[in-house]
């Protein structure tokens, strides 16, 4: 396979994902799947790395504004950690098609979000010079902890960043303002792919001339997507990504449940 298609493809799936919001993994892993027949957890690993370079990248524009809550990310830091321990050493165990299947329901549930979101949309948050959240209860605390676990778990074992768990469990359950709520999200999601893609390595699950361009890919288009968002209107990229990934889940599913 070639280094620079999948540079290429890596750099698209950062862009897209970028100006959605949502990372590139969702999108990248099923790519270097169905064009260039990575198996699955050789994707899902190469993805890991992405996340690490675009948390990393990110989160320094997020530190420099006071966008990070420390107070809420320590307390949250373990959970999501041993959460990205469980999925990496869960992902030696269980089958490739069994990975598929988690993918495919993690993207229905992504477009169900989008399709509420799209339904349910209220005007933008006021931005935040403040990063603040509320600890809450034991009740709260207990949930915070245990969906950040999950957020770990399957951050580990698909490759996408957990902010599909933790921004909600942010900015929802402990009421920290969005902006703060994606900024203490970036600082975990680094830190749990970090832990999740070293596990994946320990395992012989990074191929080098699959990781190095994917990651590179990623990390130059989501640099590309953040500043092309404002220009593209946002229910023109919600449309075209929720048609995407429906032919997305089409062709998983063929391929690996359908005998395809």
């Known amino acids: 396979m070639s280094s ?17 919001g949502l990372g590139g993994g969702i999108i990248l892993v099923p790519a270097l799947t169905l064009l260039f027949n990575v198996p699955i957890k ?13 948390s990393c990248a990110g989160v320094q524009g ?35 098609k069994m990975v598929a299947g988690l993918f495919i329901l993690l993207v229905l549930y992504v477009l169900g979000q989008m399709l509420w979101a799209g339904r349910h949309a209220t005007p933008a948050e006021t931005a935040s010079d403040t990063c603040y959240a509320t600890w809450g209860n034991a009740r709260q605390k207990g949930l915070a902890a245990a969906l950040s676990a999950m957020g770990g778990v399957i951050s580990a074992l698909l490759g996408v960043g957990g902010g599909l768990i933790q921004v909600p469990v942010l900015h929802t359950l402990l009421h920290a303002p969005l902006r703060c709520a994606i900024g203490t999200s970036s600082f975990l999601i680094g ?70």
């Open 4 to 20: 620079l298609w999948i540079f290429l493809v890596a750099l698209g799936a950062g862009a897209f994902g970028s100006m959605l």
């Open 42 to 54: 050789q994707a899902v690993g190469a993805s890991l790395v992405g996340v690490v370079a675009t």
């Open 62 to 96: 997020y530190l420099r504004a006071g966008l990070v809550d420390w107070q809420i990310a320590v307390r949250l830091l373990i959970p999501t950690v041993l959460g990205a321990i469980v999925g990496g050493l869960l992902v030696g165990i269980i089958p490739p």
């Open 191 to 260: 830190t749990t792919a970090s832990t999740s893609a070293l596990l994946y390595f320990v395992q012989g699950k990074l191929q080098p001339d699959i990781v190095v361009p994917a990651a590179l890919g990623v990390l130059i288009g989501a640099k590309l997507g953040m500043r092309l968002a404002h220009r593209t209107p946002a229910g023109v990229l919600r449309g075209i990504f929720m048609m995407v990934m429906i032919y997305t889940i089409i062709r998983i599913y063929i391929k690996w449940f359908a005998g395809g």
